[in-house]
Structure formats: C-alpha cells, structure tokens
C-alpha cells in the first residue's frame, strides 16, 4: 500500500527567492534530471492564476495582519513549506481529477489547521516522476504573532499533522496508509525512509544549485559595477588636467579680481567637476553594494555548505538502508539454509511468517515477497488458514445473535 506523505519545513526571508525559483520554474535545473521541461506547462498553483512574488506576498501578509509592536527579527522564520506527495503507483491509480481532488482535499487541511489566510501558493508538479505539491504558509497566529514556533514548537504537532492528514484523506476516499509514527515496527520505518530519501536528496541539489547560481548572480554584478567605474574614469583621460590649464588674471586694485579661461579648457573644468561627484556618488553606492554582496556571499556559502552536509548525510544514510537490507535478506538465506534439512517444511513455514508480517503492514502478497515456490505455497496456507478463521467468527456470530432471538 501507498503512504500518505507530509513533510513541512521552515525558511528564512534569504530562502525564500530560491523556492520561488523552484516552484515556479523560473530557471533551468540543471541537476534535477527528473524535471520533463515539455510537461512543465501541466503545472498549476491551487492558490493563485498566475505566477507570484513569494518576497512581496509574504510582506503583504505581514503588514496587513502582524500586530506586533516589536520589529521583525532578520532572522525569523517567514515561511513553512509543505511537501504533500504519495509514490508513484498511487498516483498512477487516479485519472487526473481524482489526482487534482487529492490535492485540493490537502490544500483545504492545511487551510482548516493553520489558518486559510496563511497559506500563500500551493504548485502542484506533474513535470516530474511523481507528482507532488508544495504548499506556503506565513506563520501568522491569530492574535497577530509572526512565530513559526507556536504553530510547530511541540514535537506532537509534527505526529499529530501525520495522524490527521491520513485521517482526511481516507475519509475523502483515498487509500493510503498512514505516515510513519513512533509506534510503528522498525522495518515499516526503515521501508518509509527508503520510499523518500531520494526525493529528498534531489530536493537539496536542487536548492544547492540555486544557491551556487544566486551567488554567481551576485560576483557577475559586482564585476558590472567595477567595469562602470573604470569605463567612467578612462572617459576622463582625454580631459587637460587642472595644473595644465592656462588661466589669466584680470582685476585688482579696484575691482575683484577674476580669472579668463579659454572655453574649451573651462567646458574641461566642469566636466571633471561633474565626473568627480558621479565618481564619488558612485565610489559611495558601490561600497555599501559591495559590502551587501559580500555579506549576502558568506551567507549563501554557509548555507550552501549546510545543504552539503545534509545532503551528505542523507546519501549515508541511504547506503545504510541499503546494506541493511542486504544484511537482511542475506541473513534470512543463511537460516533457511541451515534448517532446510532440519525443519520439516522449513520453506513453508518462512513463507508463512513474511506473509503474516506483510498482512500486518497492509501490504498486498506479491510474488516479488517470496524466494521460492514453496515460500509462495506457505503463504497460500496462511492466507487459507486466515480466511478460514474469518468463517468460524462469521458463524460464532450468528449463532450468538440466534440465543439472543429465542429469549
């Protein structure tokens, strides 16, 4: 069975642009190969008819609605992002409006939870493998707090979100199994890691890679303003210099004296005077930009050596996954090699237990689940020896409701 799949995360205001440019696929991904550019046009936000400002929207938001007296933190969180996507058999399993319908049902939850007033772009992506949406929502509270903190502080809130959007969905009409949870077996676990990891993964080169053309953005820029400068110092070269410039004294005694220049030579004078306080305005203005960029370009190599590390980790941890499978599977050959000729029927019985365990996490029996023809007999006698106990509780049944008749 398909899980139901809900992630949210939380961005500061120099985030933000970047899950703009992803979500509304304002620039080429060069590393995210899963991204068909020709079914980009299938894309479609539940939320807005056309393409928004996340920076402009979420400031709207917050001047109309924050009713704070403090300012606004730099680094406060300005908005939580939810994932919302099943694998892809689950959606293979729906024609397009029951797959639109899934992802309005979600938009309406979340609205319903966290405030409809919050929510800002909710894109669906069909230009990909699986489909899936991204959600926006400004952390506003209703007595006018901007604190991302009340809305998701508790770790419950994160159990409760899994719990209750499953409950929504199925009571809408979709079949999906339940997010994984702190009670749930370990294996049900490592399984639900290993269906998401790797969207996970390509999720982070992704932003990774707007990062990295963000900062490369910003060195271009700087290297314009330079280039000005240099184009307006050289523009200058053909001008006398000060000292070069022939001036004539005239009066004195009676009346001020003056100076007489040749006209040339004075239109030269205003000329540099004119360029000199460009230059200084200039010098000015590219300063403080400097500055700005060199700040905005230490932010984005933290940022982009965070998205390394996790990205890093992430991949570790699916070879983990991996070798622990093997490990698994490895293992199991072992025993069942070991009692094949100790254990009458030793086969069956394996079969028996992997159809028990697959029965308890909702998973359908495929023939993929089983080694070999005689685990796939034993998991036939399992599932005989289930339904025949289905028939016995039928019949217990009726013949309590049978006494309860007669008196």
């Not at 933000?16 to 060069?30: F, L, P, W, Y």
């Not at 400097?290 to 590390?309: C, P």
């Not at 339904?387 to 006494?403: A, L, P, T």
Request: charged share 40%; glycine share 6%; net charge neutral.
């Amino acid at each position: 069975m398909s899980f139901a799949v809900i992630h949210m995360k939380k961005f500061k205001s120099a985030d933000v642009k970047g899950m703009q440019i992803h979500n509304q696929r304002e620039k080429e991904s060069k590393t995210n190969m899963d991204i068909d550019k020709e079914r980009s046009s299938l894309n479609y936000d539940l939320l807005n008819t056309a393409a928004i400002d996340y920076d402009e929207r979420i400031q709207r938001e917050i001047d109309e609605r924050y009713t704070g007296k403090r300012a606004i933190r730099k680094d406060a969180v300005k908005l939580c992002s939810f994932v919302v996507t099943s694998d892809k058999a689950f959606f293979d399993g729906l024609d397009s409006k029951e797959e639109k319908r899934f992802f309005e049902e979600s938009v309406k939850f979340l609205q319903d939870r966290y405030g409809e007033k919050n929510m800002v772009y909710a894109v669906v992506h069909k230009d990909e493998k699986t489909p899936h949406m991204h959600v926006g929502m400004v952390p506003i509270t209703s007595d006018g707090k901007l604190a991302a903190k009340q809305f998701f502080g508790k770790k419950t809130e994160l159990q409760q979100l899994q719990d209750k959007f499953h409950e929504h969905v199925t009571k809408k009409g979709f079949d999906l199994e339940r997010g994984v949870s702190s009670d749930r077996k370990h294996i049900e676990a490592q399984r639900f890691k290993a269906l998401t990891v790797k969207e996970e993964v390509k999720s982070l080169e992704n932003e990774l890679k707007e990062k990295l053309e963000d900062k490369k953005s910003l060195e271009r820029s700087i290297k314009d303003v330079e280039g000005r400068l240099s184009d307006l110092g050289k523009s200058l070269d053909h001008v006398k210099k000060v000292d070069e410039v022939e001036v004539k004294e005239k009066g004195g005694l009676i009346r001020s004296k003056t100076v007489e220049l040749d006209q040339e030579d004075f239109e030269g004078i205003k000329m540099l005077a004119k360029a000199s306080e460009g230059l200084k305005t200039k010098a000015d203005e590219f300063e403080s930009y400097w500055i700005e960029g060199m700040q905005k370009n230490d932010r984005l190599e933290d940022e982009n050596s965070l998205l390394k590390k996790e990205n890093d980790r992430l991949r570790d941890e699916n070879k983990e996954l991996v070798r622990e499978n093997t490990f698994l599977t490895r293992t199991l050959e072992k025993v069942k090699s070991y009692y094949k000729d100790k254990v009458k029927d030793f086969s069956h019985h394996v079969g028996a237990f992997k159809a028990q365990v697959l029965d308890k996490m909702g998973e359908r029996l495929l023939k993929k689940h089983f080694t070999d023809e005689q685990e796939v007999n034993g998991a036939q006698i399992f599932l005989k020896v289930k339904e025949n106990e289905k028939q016995e509780k039928k019949v217990s049944r009726g013949k309590d409701k049978g006494m309860d008749f007669e008196r």
